[in-house]
Each structure stands twice: as structure tokens, then as C-alpha cells.
């Protein structure tokens, strides 16, 4: 069992920066893909970003290429995700999540915090 406690969200103008936090307990969190999800307003969850265990390797949705940074630190049990240029549309309720067998899909994720808000003004 892991637990996971997500931090960092809020109300930013359009072109600003925050950085979200994944706090987990529990098992070995440095075993765990990290993956961020969000989910807007009458939309379905969506894949933002994941991390290999090791944080060798990262994988990004397409619309957060290039403005959004995932990270961890496996000896804090926390991983990060830095949110830059933020837009609009960028607005949801953000989730961590781990997991053991998977890297892009919601469905392969073992673990999920409760989610904290992100809204972006125009």
C-alpha cells in the first residue's frame, strides 16, 4: 500500500509557474513509476507526464512538451512536477500516481492521491 498526498496548487495568471508536489508513504515509493494525471470539467482523465523509478527517464503528454518538468527524489519519498508558461487550458484537478506496470496509461497505475486544483486566469 502507498499513500500519496499531492501539494502545490492554486490560482495562477496565464504565463506563471507552480510547482506541484507527491508526497508518499508506505511502501517503496523509489520502486514506483510517477506519473501525473488531470482532469478538467466534464473531460476524462488525462496522462501529463511519468518518471521511471530511477528518474532516468520521462515521458510528457504533447501539450505540456517544453513547459511542464517531472522529477523525484527517492530518498524525500516526493516527486515534483514544475509547471512553467502555464495557460488556460491548463486548468484541472493534477493526480499523482504509481505504479508497477505501466508508464502512459491511467489504467496501469496502482496508487493515486486525491488531487489538488490548478486554475490558470486568462
Known amino acids: 500500500q502507498v499513500s500519496l498526498v499531492e501539494s502545490g496548487g492554486g490560482l495562477v495568471q496565464a504565463g506563471g509557474s507552480l510547482r506541484l508536489s507527491c508526497a508518499a508513504s508506505g511502501r517503496t515509493f523509489s520502486s514506483y513509476v510517477l506519473g501525473w494525471f488531470r482532469q478538467a470539467p466534464g473531460s476524462d482523465r488525462e496522462f501529463v507526464a511519468a518518471?521511471?523509478?530511477?528518474?532516468?527517464?520521462?515521458t510528457y503528454t504533447d501539450s505540456v512538451k517544453g513547459r511542464f518538468t517531472i522529477s523525484r527524489d527517492n530518498a524525500r519519498n516526493t516527486g515534483y512536477l514544475q509547471m512553467n508558461s502555464l495557460k488556460p487550458e491548463d486548468t484541472a484537478v493534477y493526480y499523482c500516481a504509481v505504479s508497477s506496470t505501466g508508464w502512459t496509461t491511467s489504467r496501469a497505475y496502482n496508487y493515486w492521491g486525491q488531487g489538488t486544483q490548478v486554475t490558470v486566469s486568462s
Open positions: 518518471i521511471t523509478w530511477s528518474g532516468d527517464g520521462t
